[in-house]
């Protein structure tokens, strides 16, 4: 054999030729699948649906700067529940600047933004969300006698498209607190919105001064600017103690309202924080927080499948007794330490 010549190897790689053919092919085909199984991935996940970001409407007769603080635990509601803002809802906040007659406007202008759901505080705001639409879901934070005003059909079923949370603090308890703070009350006014007072109120304050033995007036707020003093200039004479309704128009006037009751020297609680914080003596009412931040859970389950209809209006448990010490200096009425005592806050 001629030693310069090496012997042909009938299979299997050459030196120098590096792999053989068949295993080069296989290389290749196993390259293109791989990449393109890496290029087909993020294709896949494109042409998934994106995830729903709910629009939450929300609708207030009230102002901006004191939605933004209402509105607080109801956000926080629904970020407690595992809910994140702006990727899995986001708001439409519409506000009537302490003018109740924009409400419908306002209302209508949510569902053209196609909200998932409304948020209403206060009854008109959601008559006016009522009137708006009869299929987007609605929840009231906020809003009192809701089936005597044909708000709901009833409080365990509430049919259409809204549920909520609803008031029921009585006025016998408002007056009671009146009294032990200012016994030398010896005639109750209440002071109330001609548009949204029920009967059942007045069979309230019927009962209320059968089993008190006290005098009881009923002084309508007319929807005018000078509404608070014409209703003022009803009041008969004597030892008036005031009670103030908690619906809309009253509470807006808050200001107007306590300042002439402390200029008249007259001791006022009503069913709404903002009256003590207005110069009030007292408010006694439902902790507003606790119901925005419940009604935060009836959204999260509206927007997760469950109907309106099906889901009962709840009631609030926890109540808010504020008590206005410089209002009671002014007005000469020195609160008991027992009252004092049970005050959820007292302003100095």
């Not at 009350?185 to 002071?191: I, K």
């Not at 009253?250 to 069913?271: D, E, T, Y």
């Amino acid at each position: 054999m001629d030693p310069t010549r090496l012997p042909q190897v009938p299979y299997g790689p050459r030196f120098g030729d590096g792999v053989r053919q068949e295993p080069s092919m296989e290389r290749r085909t196993f390259m293109a699948l791989v990449s393109g199984g890496l290029l087909a991935a993020p294709l896949a996940a494109e042409g998934q649906p994106a995830k729903k970001v709910w629009r939450i409407g929300s609708l207030s007769p009230g102002f901006a700067p004191e939605d933004v603080a209402v509105k607080r635990p109801f956000r926080q509601g629904l970020l407690d529940l595992g809910n994140v803002e702006g990727r899995d809802f986001v708001f439409e906040l519409r506000w009537a600047e302490g003018h109740p007659e924009r409400l419908p406007d306002l209302a209508a202008d949510l569902v053209r933004a196609q909200v998932d759901v409304i948020v209403t505080f206060g009854t008109p705001a959601t008559y006016a969300a009522m009137q708006a639409t009869k299929t987007i879901p609605i929840v009231f934070g906020s809003a009192g006698h809701v089936v005597e005003k044909g708000i709901v059909a009833s409080l365990t079923r509430p049919g259409g498209n809204v549920t909520g949370l609803t008031f029921q603090l009585g006025y016998l308890k408002l007056y009671q607190l009146l009294k032990e703070a200012a016994p030398s009350v010896g005639r109750g006014v209440y002071l109330y919105n001609p548009g949204s007072n029920p009967s059942d109120i007045a069979e309230q304050l019927r009962s209320l001064a059968q089993a008190e033995k006290v005098e009881w007036q009923s002084v309508a707020l007319r929807n005018d600017p000078n509404g608070v003093a014409q209703a003022f200039a009803e009041f008969r004479g004597g030892r008036n103690g005031l009670l103030l309704d908690n619906s809309t128009p009253i509470i807006l006037k808050a200001g107007q309202i306590c300042g002439l009751a402390l200029q008249r020297r007259i001791p006022a609680v009503g069913r709404d924080r903002s009256f003590a914080d207005a110069g009030c003596l007292m408010s006694y009412a439902e902790d507003i927080t606790e119901m925005y931040r419940r009604a935060a859970g009836l959204v999260d389950r509206i927007l997760k499948g469950a109907k309106p209809a099906d889901l009962p209006v709840e009631m609030p448990t926890k109540f808010d007794l504020i008590i206005n010490l410089k209002t009671a200096k002014a007005l000469g009425v020195t609160i008991p330490p027992s009252l004092l005592g049970r005050a959820d806050r007292v302003i100095q």
